[in-house]
């Protein structure tokens, strides 16, 4: 099927988070995990292509390099649009990648001008007059100002934007979102015969989000966070650009082992671990260590487990503990030892026979994916807003596994995850 919308997401989780937005149109949609090996020409394809990247916090040449391959990859394979997913809560350094990703996206495609709205009001993500809020807090004053990679001390979204890209950075507010799809484009409009090529959108609601999404849904290029693409699949459907194709497929049966892996630091997934210990054999990781020793101790706990049995891998800790290993460590080795390890134990758990995998954090889940060698992934039923079961093959086995966002999900979300896996069987 020729593809409609080209997707490129910066890491694993979000990836998982736009497919299972979009699967809600029962549009089929196919996710690919890294650039295909296999030449789009010969690649069986859907209307709705996403390829996840890890290229969140890479240095800005190597974050450009993977999404140009990607975009070639898509553009081969028929995209005439682009959707450029990030972050709901907009994680970027300091250097990019949002931007300069944009802009080389936008030079691709010969695009004057592009949009960015992260917004995602089921969970709590909205901009106001530029500005992002988790809930009720400037991202900035949320939890997020302590992220262990990409802190947040910045709540304008013009602001942090502006030194990532070369062209000007405006804003269309809630006021012209409010008056519909005719005035966000007059708006737009407007904004691009004064020179503005980067432009950020309002969004508290998900009818703010039809709104921008009906009035963007044939710009050459979109940038945001899941739930602006979530209204597409319905627009490209009324305007007859997509068919509708079959619904997913019923997931293969997996064995019944389980593991949780948690890399994530964020607040929501501290409170997930602390509530399902009491629930599971849990190890807990220490950066310090891993970095003296390796990650053998854990390995050989992990082979002293019942696959069957219930398992948490963590090295999720508190910000002031994440801190002091970072003044030790450095946050970028510290990031890296404890995704190595994590990624180990996920291959670890696999060849042990555990088939059912839930992973906390989009870094984590980026590095674990890659250890399993898993390219494509089926999308099932979502666990918890952006948060769906996939299907997958991993060293000749079927395996299910859940890329969970830091902040997303409830306290409960593991035990969810699992319950409804088993009530599906
Ligand atoms: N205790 C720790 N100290 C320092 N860094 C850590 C610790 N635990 C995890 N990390 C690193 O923090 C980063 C968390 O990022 P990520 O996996 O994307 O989670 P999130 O989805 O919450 O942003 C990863 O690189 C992870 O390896
Ligand atoms: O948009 C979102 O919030 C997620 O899809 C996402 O990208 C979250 O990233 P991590 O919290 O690093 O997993």
């Known amino acids: 099927m020729a593809?409609?919308?080209g997707c490129i997401a910066d890491d694993f989780t979000g990836a998982t988070d736009l497919a299972g937005l979009l699967a809600r149109s029962g549009i089929a949609v196919s996710l690919r995990m890294g650039i295909p090996d296999a030449p789009p020409e010969t690649a069986e394809t859907a209307a709705f292509e996403i390829i996840a990247l890890k290229c969140r916090t890479i240095p800005v040449a190597e974050a450009v390099a993977d999404t140009r391959a990607a975009f070639d990859w898509l553009r081969r394979a028929g995209a005439q649009r682009i959707f450029?997913?990030?972050?709901?809560?907009?994680?970027s350094t300091a250097d990019g990648n949002i931007g300069p990703v944009a802009e080389a996206l936008m030079a691709d495609l010969g695009a004057t001008q592009t949009v960015y709205c992260p917004a995602f009001p089921e969970n709590g993500r909205s901009v106001f007059m530029g500005y992002l809020f988790v809930g009720e807090q400037p991202i900035a004053e949320s939890p997020m100002?302590?992220?262990p990679l990409t802190p947040m001390r910045d709540s304008n979204l013009m602001r942090l934007l502006a030194p990532q890209v070369r062209g000007k950075v405006g804003l269309v507010n809630r006021l012209t979102v409010a008056r519909g799809p005719d005035a966000v484009r007059a708006r737009l409009a407007d904004l691009e015969r004064d020179g503005i090529a980067h432009v950020v959108l309002d969004a508290v609601a998900d009818d703010d989000l039809r709104i921008l999404a009906e009035a963007c849904a044939h710009m050459p290029l979109m940038t945001g966070g899941s739930a602006l693409a979530m209204p597409l699949p319905g627009i490209y459907l009324r305007d007859g650009a997509i068919a509708r194709s079959a619904r997913r497929q019923a997931p293969p049966p997996v064995g019944a082992g389980s593991i949780v892996l948690s890399g994530s630091c964020s607040a929501m997934t501290r409170a997930q671990v602390a509530q399902y210990l009491p629930q599971a054999s849990a190890l807990k990781l220490?950066?310090?260590e891993l970095a003296r020793s390796g990650p053998q101790a854990a390995r050989d706990w992990l082979a002293q487990q019942p696959a069957e049995a219930p398992k948490i891998v963590y090295a999720t800790a508190?910000?002031?503990?994440?801190a002091a290993t970072q003044a030790e460590l450095g946050a970028a080795r510290a990031g890296a030892v404890v995704e190595a390890?994590?990624?180990q134990l996920a291959t670890d758990a696999r060849d042990l026979g555990?088939?059912?995998?839930?992973?906390?954090g989009g870094e984590t889940a980026g590095a674990v994916t890659k250890a399993l060698g898993v390219t494509r992934m089926s999308i099932g039923e979502e666990i918890a807003p952006g948060v769906p079961w996939t299907w997958c093959r991993s060293g000749g086995h079927d395996i299910a596994?859940?890329?969970?966002?830091?902040?997303f999900g409830t306290e409960t979300f593991f035990s969810d995850a699992f319950a409804k896996l088993e009530a599906a069987e």
Do not use: I, Q
Not at 318 to 322: Q, Y
Not at 354 to 360: D, E, I, S, W, Y
């Open 3 to 5: 593809v409609v919308l």
């Open 84 to 91: 450029w997913k990030y972050c709901s809560t907009f994680d």
């Open 145 to 147: 100002k302590d992220h």
């Open 286 to 288: 220490d950066p310090l």
């Open 318 to 322: 508190e910000p002031a503990d994440v």
């Open 341 to 343: 390890a994590l990624a």
């Open 354 to 360: 555990v088939r059912r995998f839930v992973v906390a």
């Open 401 to 407: 596994m859940a890329l969970k966002s830091g902040n």
